[in-house]
């Protein structure tokens, strides 16, 4: 019997993927830049996300290499010439849009381990991730402001809905840095940690939430983000139709059978 092929890994180039069992770790690799984006980091970053969706993950850590975890735009890949400079809605359209909407759609529990800057798109990249952790030498900021721009890359929707009115106007106008830790008393994040712990935590979450039924935390994650825009009716609609899949699965029989005999459920993700 022929043994399923290896997940596809990254070595080298702007974009890296490893993988530990069925944990998945994209690290965004230009460090000397902050890890700002370009096209060519676009481009790397949707291969990586096809390898893992093509390679079975059942957890995604989202990370940067050196000091930052992303900086945003790298502002050197943009035409400034009068006449011909770049359309910053079609950059958009085509790169950073698509991408957040992925990074929300995926059915799989996707961590961002910030362990740096967070600035510009880079926080937000950060917030359109489930669940961050953060070193606490890292900090966030909506530094668009600094250069005459809105927060985008969903900085104007996850912000409010995070921290209210109040915080996400006070950062997205003034362009302050938020620390690591402030961003965890506000709620922003889920957890600030010493910068050491960061990958060990990540991957151990990572790994505890890879073990656990798959369908129902890709369940959880549709219905949660589906609550931001639905009526409560409609939510209540969602969850019946989704407990009513769930209920037919396997992992729901195995929890169930594991509840009873009073063991350690084995999920498989089906």
């Not at 005459?148 to 362009?175: C, E, I, Q, Y």
């Not at 129902?216 to 949660?224: D, E, G, P, T, V």
């Amino acid at each position: 019997m022929n043994e399923a092929p290896a997940p596809a890994s990254l070595s080298s180039g702007p974009v890296l993927l490893a993988w530990q069992d069925h944990v998945a770790t994209i690290t965004l690799n230009r460090p000397e830049k902050l890890n700002s984006f370009t096209r060519e980091m676009h481009a790397a970053l949707r291969t990586a996300l096809d390898h893992v969706e093509a390679g079975g993950a059942r957890a995604l850590i989202l990370t940067g290499a050196g000091r930052g975890f992303c900086a945003g735009q790298d502002l050197a890949d943009l035409d400034f010439t009068p006449g011909r400079m770049t359309d910053l809605g079609d950059l958009i359209d085509s790169h950073f849009n698509p991408l957040i909407r992925r990074l929300q759609a995926m059915p799989l529990p996707v961590i961002a381990a910030v362990n740096g800057t967070a600035a510009g798109a880079g926080a937000n990249l950060a917030l359109a991730c489930d669940i961050v952790l953060a070193a606490r030498s890292a900090f966030f900021i909506q530094a668009f402001v600094k250069i005459g721009l809105v927060p985008d890359s969903g900085g104007t929707w996850f912000l409010p809905k995070r921290l209210g009115m109040a915080r996400a106007l006070g950062l997205a106008m003034t362009g302050d840095k938020l620390s690591a830790d402030e961003a965890e008393k506000w709620g922003l994040i889920w957890e600030a940690m010493d910068d050491p712990l960061l990958p060990e935590q990540a991957l151990a979450l990572a790994a505890q939430l890879a073990a656990q039924p798959t369908r129902a935390l890709a369940a959880i994650k549709r219905s949660m983000y589906a609550s931001a825009t639905q009526t409560l009716d409609a939510q209540l609609d969602m969850e019946r139709d989704l407990q009513r899949e769930l209920g037919q699965s396997q992992d729901y029989a195995e929890g169930v059978n594991a509840f009873l005999e009073k063991r350690a459920p084995r999920f498989t993700g089906r």
